[in-house]
């Protein structure tokens, strides 16, 4: 089973990002777009894993806390690695000072079961596309700058999801094995 742990978004800022995506997508950058209804802000991919493990998964998550919700604001937009050499296409996040400490939680967690802390700081982000190759970046970035706004929406979430991923030729099919709240009460 391929895995990883992510955070929901609201139908509103689905909503918004599935009429960004119809506006840039003529602009015929060399780019796979992420479907809307796949979009969610990762907390932990955690990787192909036995399904004899999901138990011990599911007991390591059910423990992970936070004092209160987390918030997020979606705006603004970028590329990985940078601009001139485009990667991924993404959607900035602004979240309360309690996200990177629940990714943390979440990834400490996991590690006593054989499962490695990630090797880059978390960096949240939503993303749109990963690029095939820079050709036609230059009408994606003219589309961009004709934007009258790029606020899409925020969410508050008091829970975290794991999910089952299968890919396919064209996108991933995202499973949704179990919630687990994670504000102490």
Do not use: C
């Not at 059910?62 to 485009?86: C, D, I, Q, T, W």
């Not at 050709?135 to 969410?155: D, H, K, M, S, Y």
């Amino acid at each position: 089973m391929r895995l990883f742990v992510a955070l929901e978004l609201t139908e509103g800022v689905r909503a918004a990002l599935r009429e960004l995506v119809a506006r840039l997508e003529p602009a015929g950058a060399d780019l796979r777009w992420v479907r809307p209804q796949g979009m969610h802000l990762t907390l932990k991919f955690i990787g192909e894993t036995p399904e004899a493990k999901l138990p011990l998964l599911r007991e390591a998550l059910a423990r992970v806390r936070s004092p209160k919700p987390v918030e997020m604001e979606f705006h603004g937009l970028g590329y990985f690695p940078n601009e001139r050499r485009p990667r991924v296409f993404w959607v900035g996040i602004e979240a309360s000072d309690n996200l990177p400490a629940l990714a943390a939680e979440v990834e400490a967690a996991l590690e006593p079961l054989g499962i490695p802390r990630e090797s880059r700081p978390f960096a949240p982000h939503l993303t749109l596309g990963r690029f095939k190759s820079a050709n036609r970046l230059e009408g994606l970035q003219q589309e961009i700058a004709r934007l009258p706004a790029t606020q899409f929406g925020r969410v508050e979430t008091s829970e975290f999801v794991l999910f089952q991923s299968r890919l396919s030729p064209h996108w991933a099919e995202y499973t949704r094995l179990e919630s687990f709240p994670f504000v102490r009460s």
